[in-house]
């Protein structure tokens, strides 16, 4: 196993004091699994005070202290190291009432979530404590829980969501009886506070097929307590235009947007959500309509967003693109069209829309793209082209004249008049990008201030 010399180092300073170091958790999973691993984690028998008030480690941050987790940090970079614990009571299905500090890694692997979670290395010795037979699960690729799934998730609620989010990232299946118990559980992952389902849904964002959580979210009761409006995506079925219903629908669009942008993965996820609000039969056909999805449906991921606490920044940039996903791009559109549609959209937003309906295009199944997708790389083109050959009428800010020139030139006092006026500059030059010079605005400025 390719361990850092920074982390080997950590682990012969506490050997060389009389303690034992074994590296734990996610970086010893990814590395048997020959994948990237990062935060190592170290677990050892030193109490917690031995590594703070020794002089082991020039530069020591008490990060968790209290749960036995202490920052050591080598050359700028942190490491967790961490007291073998085991966890007392858990009352609230939430957090420990306590922690025990215990003599051997065997014991502190029985709190952890997961067999491939739960194996230890000695990178010293290159011996490895796996009591759990994480390794074997690694192999086939399972998602089994340390001890009796029932009462490990009766422990921490987040633990169900883990398991549909590692299912997805590892790209492995749930044992049966984890699976099981997962429903049984859903009472206490009721309680799991909204910060860490979020954190969760992020990590997923980053699995090659994002899919497979939400497939199990949806499948055992997960998905339904946290967001129930989701529900109604499931077996809504839409129109000669798809395969496959508005759920199968999204997690497809999802698994077909790059990974690597959380963001556009979130926007994917949510993009059809309006559907079943706004389903109606066709009136000749009967076939599913769904006007104003978008709009609905950008209404209602803000407020799953909200309640799930996402930040300002990371809301307004999934609603933005849930609002605007439904290109409706022809080859008939005039350059003006498309400026407008620029404007309306934002420039920076382009490119994501775009990748989005490309998605969303492929996720109606084969033999089902009404469009296809050139269509999309066309108007993406088209306005890269355009780009080089104009400044997009983005704002008023592109326009040559300010409102100040506007005020002095029509003799009028500031006002929401001088706004509608450089709003209708910006009209006329989004018509004809010619029409922004000094002289051809001020006299446009003079006729339609006639009408403001
Ligand atoms: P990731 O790659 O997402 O960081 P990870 O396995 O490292 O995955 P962390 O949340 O960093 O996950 O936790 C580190 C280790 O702590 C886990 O591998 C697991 O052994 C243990 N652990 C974390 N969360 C829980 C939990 N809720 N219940 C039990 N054990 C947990
Ligand atoms: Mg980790």
Known sequence: MRVPISVIHICETLRDAGHEAWLVGGAVRDALLGRDAHDWDIATDAHPRT???????????????????????????????????????????????????????????????????????????????????????????VIRAVGNPLQRFSEDGLRVLRAARFAATLGFNIECNTMAAIRPSLGTYAQVAVERI???????????????????????????????????????????????????????????????????????????????????????????????????????????????????????????????????YEKGWSKATIRRWVRRVGLENVAPLCTLARADIAGKGPAMMELEPEIIDELESRIATMQVTEVMPTSTKVLVINGKDVMDHLGIPPGPGVGKVLAALLEAVTDDPEANTRERLLDLASKVSIEV
């Open 51 to 141: 590594i703070t008030e020794g002089d082991l480690f020039p530069r020591v941050i008490e990060t968790g202290i209290q749960h036995g987790t202490v920052t050591v940090l080598i050359d700028g970079e942190g490491y967790e190291v961490t007291t073998f614990r085991g966890d007392g009571d858990y009352s609230d299905g939430r957090r420990p009432d306590s922690v025990r500090f215990l003599n051997t890694i065997e014991e502190d692997l029985a709190r952890r979530d997961f067999t491939v979670n739960a194996i230890a290395y000695d990178p010293l010795r290159d011996v490895y404590a796996d009591p759990y037979g994480g390794r074997k699960d690694l192999s086939i690729k």
């Open 198 to 328: 979020q954190a969760e849904w992020l990590k997923a964002m980053a699995a090659p097929e994002p899919s497979r959580a939400f497939r199990v979210m949806a499948e055992t009761g997960i998905l339904g307590v946290t967001v129930p409006e989701f529900e109604l995506m499931f077996g809504c079925s839409q129109n000669k235009y798809h395969a496959y219903d508005v759920w199968e629908h999204t997690l497809r669009v999802l698994d077909a947007c790059p990974v690597g942008d959380p963001i556009l993965r979130l926007g994917a996820l949510f993009h059809d959500v309006g559907k079943p609000l706004v389903k109606a039969p066709h009136p000749v056909t009967g076939d599913g309509t769904f006007y104003d999805h978008e709009v609905v449906g950008a209404e209602v991921t803000e407020t799953i967003l909200n309640r799930l606490k996402f930040s300002t920044e990371d809301r307004d940039r999934i609603v933005h693109l849930v609002r605007h996903h439904f290109i409706r």
